[in-house]
């Protein structure tokens, strides 16, 4: 899951610059929860389709629990949609690629 360099592993040194500007999707992941690797594939298919519309980064809440607590993640997979660096939505538990691509649109 962290060798994939399609869609970038944040960190807290990391973080914060990531996403400050435009759409971004931050999910929040385990490597040991098993709807977590379910929906990863789904994630780096997602940053492809919206290149350059939506920016696209991951935090292992194992790793970063500080950006964990910091964003209120208590449940995983936790996908958090920030625009300018303001949370605007968030998505908590697995679902299918249509469905989060339909709750992404909503954003562009």
């Known amino acids: 899951m962290t060798n994939n360099d399609k869609v970038p592993e944040l960190s807290n040194g990391t973080f914060?610059?990531?996403f400050?500007?435009?759409v971004v999707l931050i999910d929040f992941f385990a490597?040991?929860?098993?709807?977590?690797?379910?929906?990863?594939?789904?994630?780096?298919?997602?940053s492809e389709k919206f290149d350059g519309k939506i920016k696209f980064g991951?935090?292992?809440?194992?790793?970063?629990?500080?950006l964990a607590s910091q964003f209120n993640v208590?449940?995983?997979p936790n996908l958090i949609l920030f625009k300018d660096g303001k949370?605007?939505?968030?998505?908590?538990?697995?679902m299918s690629e249509d469905e989060l691509e339909e709750k992404l649109n909503k954003y562009l």
Not at 31 to 45: A, K
Not at 58 to 66: A, G, L, R, Y
Not at 87 to 94: L, R
Request: include cysteine; charged fraction near 20%; charge should be negative.
């Open 16 to 18: 914060n610059d990531f």
């Open 20 to 22: 400050k500007e435009g």
């Open 31 to 46: 490597e040991w929860c098993m709807p977590c690797v379910m929906m990863s594939p789904i994630i780096d298919d997602l």
């Open 58 to 66: 991951k935090v292992n809440v194992s790793e970063n629990q500080t």
């Open 74 to 76: 208590s449940s995983i």
């Open 87 to 94: 949370q605007v939505d968030q998505f908590i538990g697995s």
